[in-house]
């Protein structure tokens, strides 16, 4: 069975600081991997999702992550946060075509 | 191009009444998925739709039942609603490929009171 751990709930910055958003996966085969954004009242969007290889994932709105296999973790960074990035973000892993096992997500507040 | 629709956006039932929700996927997109979120939690998989048959499904009971029809479009079905059913209920489209990501809509949110 595959699993995600998004290690805090809630996570805090200032307007241009470094954001952290972090992710522990657990999978039994060669795991897909997304990010995805949850503003109010919407749907989820794709930030970004891992490719076979790539230890780097650059995805929308200046937002990466990186693949750590011995780790276990995708953790998804952005160099400068913005005011409107402020939403719910979800680390997923896929185990078929239209499924995807979330994590229970982190609120990410930018403080001005 | 239009992207994925739900409707309605809000529905408000009765304990033990039915429900049916509405999901238009994304154009050129084959396989419909559902889930349910509740408040502060993560997207749970309900089932997949993939050529008209429900492909694999999640940890939901048989009051949980899904369509596909051939324009792709999507029906989700509930049955002998509870108080826990309450929830945003979200309509995914994607290829039938593994690494396909999700296209969602808005979702429906749905009160059982």
């Known amino acids: 069975a595959q699993s995600v751990t998004q290690l805090g709930s809630h996570v805090s910055v200032s307007e241009g600081a470094l954001v952290l958003l972090r992710c522990n996966y657990s999978?039994?085969?060669?795991?897909?991997l997304f990010w995805y954004v949850q503003y109010p009242n919407q749907g989820l969007q794709l930030l970004l999702k891992y490719t076979t290889g790539a230890t780097l994932v650059k995805g929308i709105n200046g937002f990466e992550a990186e693949f750590k296999k011995s780790e276990t973790s995708f953790h998804l960074t952005k160099p400068s946060a913005h005011m409107s990035d402020a939403a719910e973000y979800f680390c997923?892993?896929?185990?078929?075509?239209?499924?995807?096992?979330f994590g229970d997500g982190t609120t990410l507040t930018v403080k001005p | 191009d239009a992207g994925v629709t739900q409707s309605p956006t809000h529905l408000i039932k009765t304990r033990g009444q039915q429900v049916t929700l509405r999901c238009s996927p994304k154009?050129?997109?084959?396989?419909v998925s559902w889930y349910q979120q509740a408040l502060g939690q993560g997207p749970q998989f309900i089932f997949q739709y993939y050529e008209e048959e429900e492909r694999q499904r999640g940890n939901f009971p048989d009051r949980f039942s899904g369509h596909q029809f051939p324009n792709y479009s999507s029906e989700l079905n509930v049955n002998a609603l509870l108080l826990g059913d309450s929830a945003l209920y979200l309509c995914?489209?994607?290829?039938?490929?593994?690494?396909?990501?999700?296209?969602f809509g808005n979702g429906t949110r749905l009160t059982v009171t």
């Open positions: 999978s039994s085969v060669p795991p897909y």
């Open positions: 154009s050129g997109h084959d396989t």
């Open positions: 997923a892993v896929g185990s078929g075509a239209g499924k995807s096992t």
């Open positions: 995914a489209s994607s290829f039938w490929q593994k690494n396909s990501p999700l296209h």
